[in-house]
């Protein structure tokens, strides 16, 4: 005795399997994503216009909560993309660093004609209010040979 498993006929065994995949979940997710990535980009950028001085040391990783310090040519300082001075630094600090003040790390830019006493009141001021996590960023010139 045998039984029908496959071919016309219809009978016990005859069902059709649906074996294509459903995308639209999918497309949806990788849909809102996008739009994610796409606002959130340009809030990641500092739009301070600074000539950095050359560094060659290997990227570290970013930590979870960074604010940019930045000292222009003329001594004029940001905090993000926001002027401030010398005086309003630690209060513009904390402002930036909200409830993270704790694991806040400060990357400071400096142009690299700035004068070496003011980049010192700055790193002394921050110091000075408990910021003590800071990082000096430097452009990439690793790939760069010196002739």
């Known amino acids: 005795m045998a039984a029908k498993l496959a071919g ?3 009978g016990r065994y005859d069902v ?9 979940p999918f497309v949806d997710v990788m849909l809102v994503l996008l739009i994610i990535f796409m606002v959130a980009a340009p809030l990641a950028s500092v739009s301070v216009k600074v000539n950095l001085p050359p560094s060659v040391a290997k990227p570290q ?3 979870p909560q960074i604010v940019y310090v930045s000292i ?8 993000g993309d926001n002027p401030t001075d010398i005086a309003s630094l630690p209060d513009a600090l904390k402002l930036a660093a909200g409830s993270h003040q704790a694991t806040l790390r400060v990357f400071i830019r400096g142009d690299e004609n700035v004068e070496y006493g003011k980049f010192l009141d700055v790193m002394n001021t921050m110091q000075d209010n408990g ?7 430097g452009e990439d010139r690793s ?3 010196k002739p």
């Open 8 to 10: 016309p006929g219809g």
């Open 16 to 24: 059709e399997m649906n074996h294509d995949i459903n995308v639209t």
């Open 61 to 63: 990783t970013k930590p």
């Open 72 to 79: 222009k040519e003329n001594g004029d300082l940001y905090v």
């Open 131 to 137: 910021f003590y996590s800071v990082a000096l960023v």
């Open 143 to 145: 790939g760069i040979r």
